[in-house]
């Protein structure tokens, strides 16, 4: 019988992917591109919270991904394990292809369009931010 926290959890993540463009909590849900347009993330709920998956990449990604000794970047999970903090930030794990590397990372969604996103080498030290944008489908 699944406890109180994981049935909230559950709830909490089908109430985030249902909240339409506009209102009030932006949705961590949907595809993301960065800020280079080089890869697009399906970022979407799965057992472990919010993980995503890269859809698409340029040609370049694909190389960089390669010659880091990541194989095939298309269907990679990026963003590992995210959880919901507080004031509508995600915490997990972030798979960076090129580096062939997994480190700290946070993802906030600033609105219904833009996402800051955030990877950590150590826990809040020497970290990297970028804003990605929605991919309107």
């Not at 698409?56 to 990679?76: F, H, I, M, N, P």
């Not at 930030?89 to 996402?115: M, Y």
Request: aromatic content about 8%; overall charge positive.
């Amino acid at each position: 019988m699944p406890n109180l926290k994981s049935v909230a959890l559950a709830a909490a993540l089908a109430i985030g992917a249902a909240v339409p463009a506009g209102a009030a909590e932006p949705s961590l849900f949907g595809v993301w591109k960065n800020p280079k347009n080089s890869v697009h993330v399906d970022i979407r709920p799965c057992p472990q919270g919010a993980c995503g998956y890269v859809v698409w990449a340029s040609e370049k990604a694909k190389k960089d991904a390669r010659e880091g000794g990541t194989k095939e970047l298309v269907g990679q999970q990026l963003f590992r394990e995210f959880q919901p903090k507080k004031n509508g930030v995600w915490q997990g794990k972030v798979f960076i292809p090129d580096l062939n590397r997994t480190f700290t990372g946070s993802a906030e969604p600033l609105d219904a369009r833009t996402l800051r996103a955030k990877g950590c080498l150590f826990a809040n030290v020497l970290c990297k931010s970028q804003t990605w944008t929605r991919v309107e489908t």
